[in-house]
């Protein structure tokens, strides 16, 4: 819901001018534009198209932690615990990184981009949010 409240003065620190404008509220309750989504159930619709880089994928959704948005896994470790290549699970999370899904903290360690999943309201989000831009900034700096 848009709400007008009217004119406003504002003064260009720079120049002194006095600027009047009009403003605008918009107030919303909640989170809005998202689809709630059964992951256990999702996952198992994903594994029938039986692709192995699908198998990460449901890996790496299936062990998320709800907190921090992180998950936590070497490729091998990965690698073995669902039976694909190392090689497989290394192209997987490339992909994964390269189309914004995650984005690497450590080795083995990863934090997945709250503008796609998060758990939890949109305070949560904003936090974990700030916290990936950062992660993201540090690696296009390596």
């Keep these: 819901m848009n709400k007008i ?17 009009t403003y605008i509220v918009k107030k ?12 256990a159930d999702l996952l198992n619709v994903l594994e029938v198209v039986g692709n192995k880089k699908l198998k990460v994928i449901r890996w790496i959704l299936s062990n998320i932690n709800n907190k ?9 470790k990965i690698s073995e615990k669902i039976g694909v ?13 390269d189309a914004d899904f995650l984005v690497k903290e450590q080795n083995g360690v990863y934090k997945i981009n709250p503008l796609i999943l998060v758990q939890g309201d ?9 916290e990936y831009k950062e992660l993201k900034d540090d690696n296009k700096d390596e």
């Design 28 to 39: 919303y309750k909640g989170d809005f534009n998202f689809h709630k989504v059964w992951l």
């Design 122 to 130: 949109n305070k949560k989000r904003q936090s974990i949010l700030v």
């Design 68 to 76: 921090t948005n992180q998950i936590i896994g070497t490729h091998q």
């Design 85 to 97: 290549s190392r090689v497989v699970v290394s192209q997987t999370f490339k992909l994964l990184q």
């Design 5 to 21: 409240y009217g004119e406003k003065e504002f003064i260009d620190s720079a120049t002194g001018e006095v600027i009047k404008t």
